[in-house]
């Protein structure tokens, strides 16, 4: 589904990511793990052309991200949510939800409220269509952005620290989403600091480390015997 | 000479029919004004260098230099350079574009700092979910930038409408100008130019009101 080999991305002189190859199959959760500023966002970012990519190949089925790919045609097949939500604050939960499909796949109106509806449902938010964003709880903003980018359809889902922002008593709410949305088959990489999702829901458990993959491996397996150092100095100042 | 205080009020119809052309001026200049300003602002925020620098140039002359000055160049110079001879009432066709031209650059930046305000999450949310930058713009960013623009757009509808006394300088007939005929009739400046002042400080305070309630309009609706 991706595949991503030898990726590079700097910003000016600053090189975040130091070729980073890691191939991801249909329906994998793969949990990406790493200290602040080893470039996991950055990493994120590129698999849907947020940044533009310095050197090295990303493949999302089958289509090349290389500079002249359609790049609205990737982003419709890769949802994003974001740390901070960002829902669109001037439109009630439903209409965040139903207006991608219209104005990008081209849904009809009805459409477009029948799968907002299904999704705002799924979501657990049937009762909240119609409020606006700021009316919102954090974990029910974040429940709404997961439906709105849900909405497209997407092959695959990026998350980047989904639950980072919230207050602890609303993790589990979004937490409870994700882990439904992995039992359903959706490709998924999670940025998360959330170990339990990670050992319970991962399948793949991927550390960056000063912009490489410095280990990878099952969740489990990396928890309990890290074999890289820097593994084990992270692993023990989060767990 | 004895001072009349009474021709103010005697003159009121013929100042009024001034004001009118005042606020003509000014609604038609600040509402293309605007629409040009949205233009420049959105060119000047572009990543195309040429169309970058042409949106930088213009506000930068337009903000920089006396609205008299771009009124003479557009009145007088205009027609100069290009060899033309000024069409009765030309300068009725330079006030509005002088005004138009001016007003659209200072919009410009209204809009461009309405629309950076904006968290740039917005534009990444929208973008993540595959809608094209117009798309964007259109749905997502000017939505919010609109309400963070009205007061500073009200404003700028204040300052015009002062501004366009200068057209008096090119015999349009507006408030001033009206004023200054009167004054040349009766040679009582104190009386007319104090009920001219008066008129234009009316306006500006109906207006600031206006804006005070739209401002609060929009704050609610949110
Ligand atoms: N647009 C940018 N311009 C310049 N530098 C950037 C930009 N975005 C990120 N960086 C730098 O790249 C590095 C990696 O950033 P990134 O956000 O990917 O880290 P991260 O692993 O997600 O960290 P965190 O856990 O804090 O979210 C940091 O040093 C950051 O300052
Ligand atoms: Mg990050």
Redesign the interface.
Known sequence: MIKVKNLHKSFGRLEVLKGINIHIKEQEVVVVIGASGSGKSTFLRCL?K?EDITSGEIIIDGISLNSDANV??I??E???V?Q?F?????MTALENVT??PQ???KASKKEALEIGLELMNKVGLADKINE?P?RLSGGQQQRV?IA??LA?KPKVMLFDEPTSALDPEMVGEVLAVMRDLAREGMTMVVVTHEMGFAREVGDRLVFIDDGVVAEEGDPVEVFNNPKNPRTQAFLSKIL | MVIDWGLGIENLPILLRGAKITIQFTVVSVFLGSILGLFFALGRMSRIPILKYFCVGYIDFFRGTPLLVQILLIYVGVPHLFGFTMPDNYQYIAGYIALSLNCAAYTAEIFRSGIQSIDPGQMEAARSLGMTQYQAMRYIILPQAFKVVVPPLGNEFIAMLKDSSLLAFIAIEDLLYSGKIIVGRTFQPMPIYLTVALIYLFMTMALSLLVNYTERRLGKSD
């Open positions: 849907n947020l609205n045609l982003r419709r890769v949802g994003m974001f901070r960002n829902l669109f604050p001037h207006l991608a104005i990008v796949r606006y700021r952005a709105r980018a497209m």
